[in-house]
């Protein structure tokens, strides 16, 4: 099974700051990755496909990108709708996600 | 629009079953595998069950193997899983997705529903 590991766990930022995540695969997936959003009692929501491609309807300030075993997700500049936890996904081999990072505020 | 609504969820005792029901409307569930994500109270998502759009490949996690059965009536655009000798670890909210892809190995989850709630306990 491929495993996804992400960090950090939870990120502390303030509005207008520029947030990394990043997401690791145990072996490589190519580009067969997905970010996902999730705000408390909502269904997770997706912004990026493929490692870098953007859903349709999700902000410009999202970005993703990598390949092989290394993706980040980039939020060029931190708005107050965007603090939620955000998962990493492979879809290479099944599913797997990544435990998640939170985005709380500073 | 496009909509995944899940029911069927509530409180069971430790090894009763449940049946999980997920009904698309605003397109045709039947061109995309779909699939079953868990999240826990207060953590992560996990991939539980997938099924592929004409039925005929599945996946179970090991978690589940042998518990929970998934199957889907294109005729009536649903997807259900069934959930026998519940444990209480199964407690979660159960989401329902439609992969970008008709393959069940492939695809990234495009849509979801907004899940249903199961509790496992005496």
């Known amino acids: 099974d491929i495993q996804m590991t992400q960090s950090p766990s939870t990120l502390s930022a303030s509005v207008g700051d520029r947030v990394i995540i990043t997401c690791r695969a145990s072996?490589?997936?190519?580009?067969?990755l997905a970010w996902y959003q999730q705000k408390p009692g909502e269904a997770p929501k997706l912004l990026i496909y493929k490692a870098s491609s953007l859903e349709s309807g999700v902000p410009s300030r999202f970005s993703g990108s990598g390949s092989g075993t290394e993706f980040t997700l980039t939020i060029s500049s931190l708005q107050p709708d965007d603090f939620a936890t955000y998962y990493c996904?492979?879809?290479?081999?099944?599913?797997?996600f990544g435990q998640g990072t939170k985005v709380e505020i500073k | 629009d496009v909509q995944l609504v899940e029911s069927g969820g509530g409180l069971v005792q430790p090894g009763g079953s449940l049946r999980l029901s997920c009904s698309a409307s605003g397109f045709t569930l039947g061109n995309y595998a779909t699939h079953w994500v868990r999240q826990a109270p207060g953590k992560g998502l996990e991939y539980v069950s997938g099924i592929s759009g004409n039925g005929g490949n599945k996946y179970y996690a090991d978690s589940v193997k042998g518990r929970f059965t998934i199957s889907r009536d294109n005729s009536k655009n649903t997807l259900s899983l069934q959930l026998s000798s519940l444990r209480p670890e199964d407690t979660a909210v159960y989401y329902c997705?439609?992969?970008?892809?008709?393959?069940?190995?492939?695809?990234?989850?495009?849509?979801w529903g907004q899940g249903t709630l199961v509790a496992v306990s005496s």
């Open positions: 997705a439609t992969s970008s892809s008709y393959d069940l190995l492939t695809g990234y989850f495009h849509y």
């Open positions: 996904q492979q879809y290479n081999s099944y599913r797997t």
């Open positions: 072996q490589s997936i190519s580009t067969w």
